[in-house]
């Protein structure tokens, strides 16, 4: 722990002038909720954030940074993507200027992404040498990070190719061919870590478990860090994600994705931005604009649900923050 401590200086932060927010950086209203710093964040040691999608992580990031200094790292699988500010609540132009962050919005709409990736990108961002404040909703990234993660050879072209298209047209065919191990540990409803865990078996020979078998150790281990884990009430959270679709529509979100439609394939992984198969429909004539919007608040929903559930699984040693 004190090797980790002494890697990172501490760099304060002035004020910060951005819209929608108070003078030390945080959001107010309905993007994030007013709050003191939880106990034990010290200056010093890394921090991570976690929590589901719309209970107000970023808001807390920035202000550990606007009153401690540091930097905030992004931990969203969809936040790097160039596609999507508005979609994916990125931190808009004027809160980037404000205070220092990373790892948003750097990633092309092809391009190639993983958590291997965003961990190798991470590692850049520590060697700058400010205290990291990790912020998202990803799990897998934050396991990578404080767990290590395996050296697992890339996919062939070929080998995604034909996993794009069965999940097209056979998801069930995809699940079917798994092996028994990787299934076993596998959410069989998450199409997409079932097409990665398919890749890897018909690229390399190994199941995704063997490869995981044989892991490096971890960037930041646990025990470095202060980790904190959103717990939301339902009840609450599902009230912030309809007003905060609501504001993204008003802000633009149609817009953006309507930039993105000469573009559009949904097998890319930057397609599966919460929203954007929804207006896409609405876009091309397959649905009005009132049940495009509900049927992508109702997709967030289901998908703050799967993040609660994958956190309470795999976080029960990060410390809780309840909310409201």
């Not at 996993?163 to 699940?175: F, I, K, M, S």
């Not at 079917?176 to 596998?186: N, V």
């Not at 000469?262 to 004539?285: D, H, N």
């Amino acid at each position: 722990m004190s090797e980790n401590r002494s890697r990172f200086n501490r760099v304060r932060a002035g004020p910060v002038a951005a819209e929608g927010r108070g003078a030390s950086g945080r959001k107010e209203g309905s993007e994030g909720q007013v709050q003191e710093l939880p106990a034990g964040i010290s200056a010093e040691r890394p921090v991570l954030i976690a929590g589901p999608t719309a209970s107000g992580k970023s808001a807390l990031a920035m202000e550990i940074v606007a009153r401690q200094g540091g930097i905030i790292v992004n931990a969203d699988a969809l936040q790097v993507y160039d596609r999507w500010r508005i979609l994916t609540a990125r931190p808009s132009i004027a809160e980037e200027a404000a205070l220092p962050h990373r790892l948003y919005g750097h990633v092309g709409r092809d391009a190639a992404w993983s958590a291997g990736h965003w961990l190798r990108d991470l590692r850049a961002v520590l060697d700058e040498g400010l205290r990291p404040v990790i912020v998202g909703g990803t799990g897998l990234y934050f396991m990578a990070l404080t767990e290590g993660l395996a050296a697992i050879p890339p996919v062939p072209s070929e080998v995604r190719a034909e996993a794009d298209a069965l999940r097209r047209e056979d998801p069930a065919a995809l699940v079917a061919g798994l092996d028994r191990a990787t299934a076993a540990k596998t959410d069989l409803a998450n199409l997409a870590r079932v097409q990665r865990a398919w890749e890897v078996l018909h690229a390399t020979g190994r199941g995704l478990v063997s490869w995981q078998r044989d892991t490096a150790p971890p960037l930041l281990p646990r025990a470095a860090c202060a980790a904190l884990v959103f717990r939301p009430d339902t009840a609450w959270l599902d009230a912030r994600i309809s007003a905060r679709f609501d504001t993204m529509m008003t802000k633009g979100a149609l817009e953006e994705v309507r930039a993105e439609l000469p573009f559009w394939e949904p097998t890319r992984p930057s397609s599966r931005a919460i929203g954007a198969p929804e207006l896409v429909a609405y876009l091309q004539g397959g649905l009005p604009l009132a049940d495009a919007v509900a049927a992508a608040k109702l997709a967030s929903r289901q998908y703050a649900k799967r993040q609660r559930s994958w956190f309470r699984a795999r976080m029960a040693d990060w410390t809780p923050v309840p909310l409201p």
